[in-house]
Structure formats: C-alpha cells, structure tokens
C-alpha cells in the first residue's frame, strides 16, 4: 500500500510559458535579432547623442540608415526585407529620420542593392561596401531632393548632404564585422 503512494505524477502546468518550446535554432534566430535591433538603438543613440554634436563643413553622419542597409545586405532578400520595414518604421519613430518618406526610401533601397547583390555581385566586403556607399548617397540625395521640393532647404546645400553620405561611409567598414559577426548566428542566411 505505501507503493501505490510513493510514485505520483507530476501535475500538469498551467500558465503561458508553459507549453512554449524553442528549438536550438529558433532561440539562435531570436539571439540575432534581438541583437541586430539592439545595434540598431546603440547606433541610433550613439548618432543622436555624441555624432551630432561633431559636424564637419557643417555635415555628420547617419549611422542607422547604414546599419538597415548593411543588415539587409547580410541578411538576403527573405529576412532583409522584412527588416528594413521594420527597421525604417522604428528609425521614423524615434524622431531621427527626415521623414515618412525616409520608410519608402530605406526599403526600396535596401531591398533593392540586396537584390543587385545577389544577382550579380559575390556575398563579401567589396560587394557589401559598394552596395553600402550607393545607397547612403542615393538616400541621401532623395532625403535632399524631397527637402527641396518641400522647401525644408534650398538647393545650395547640396554639398552638406554629399558630405553626409561621405562621412558616413567612413563607419561602414567599422560597422561590416560586427554585422557580419551577428549574421553567422544560427549558420549562414543564405548561400550563393
């Protein structure tokens, strides 16, 4: 009789948690990303509260449209794509894009190098470098175009925006092996 009481099993769990199991590569999924978001936010601080304030020829940086370009180039046409939406959605409202249109131009930009890139370009840092340095000067250029037409600044200023784009792609070579670091998490994104 005392057997019968000795073994008992075990009650069942009740709560949200409780019926959740992550695989191996679902929790590395989760790590990457969590990680690329928290990029994101050191380099939107590390923009709006230090590089602000150093301004050459009256010009600075834009790190976080070149993190969401980079990422996406790292993370192919599937999952890029997806987070340059995202991305450019928390970037506008955090108050540091230029615009709304700074959500159309970051997306279509970013998908669309990540698509020049994988149809013609090998995956590596040449490749990444240039598909960077394009699309922060051709988003830089539209950000200065829609300004004009919105009259936010006139056309003489066409050299602080250039000189925008220049002095961020200073940081991208710094910003490819952190990036590159994260992407090999939970095994490559894609093969060429």
């Known amino acids: 009789m005392w057997k019968q009481k000795d ?27 969590t990680l690329y978001g928290l990029l994101l936010v050191a ?23 070149c993190g969401i370009l980079m990422i996406c180039l790292a993370e192919g046409m599937e999952h890029g794509s997806v987070f340059s939406l995202i991305a450019s959605c928390a970037y506008l409202f955090s108050g540091s894009a230029a615009g709304y249109h700074s959500i159309v131009l970051l997306t279509f930009l970013s998908v669309y190098l990540t698509y020049f890139r994988q149809s013609y370009l090998r995956k590596g840092f040449g490749a990444t470098m240039l598909c960077t340095a394009l699309g922060v000067v051709a988003y830089q250029l539209a950000v200065f175009v ?7 600044t006139r056309f003489s200023r066409i050299g602080i925006a250039l000189t ?7 940081s991208a070579p710094i910003l490819y092996p952190v990036i590159r670091g994260i992407s090999t998490i939970g095994g ?4 060429e």
């Open 7 to 33: 073994f008992q099993p075990d009650r069942p769990r009740s709560g949200l948690l409780s019926k959740l199991y992550l695989t191996k590569r679902q929790r590395q999924s989760i790590l990457k990303w």
């Open 43 to 65: 380099l939107s601080v590390l923009q709006d509260v230090l590089l602000c304030r150093m301004r050459l020829f009256g010009a600075t940086t834009e790190l976080v449209p």
């Open 146 to 152: 829609f300004s004009v037409f919105l009259e936010q």
């Open 164 to 170: 925008t784009g220049l002095l961020t792609l200073i």
């Open 188 to 191: 490559e994104a894609w093969k």
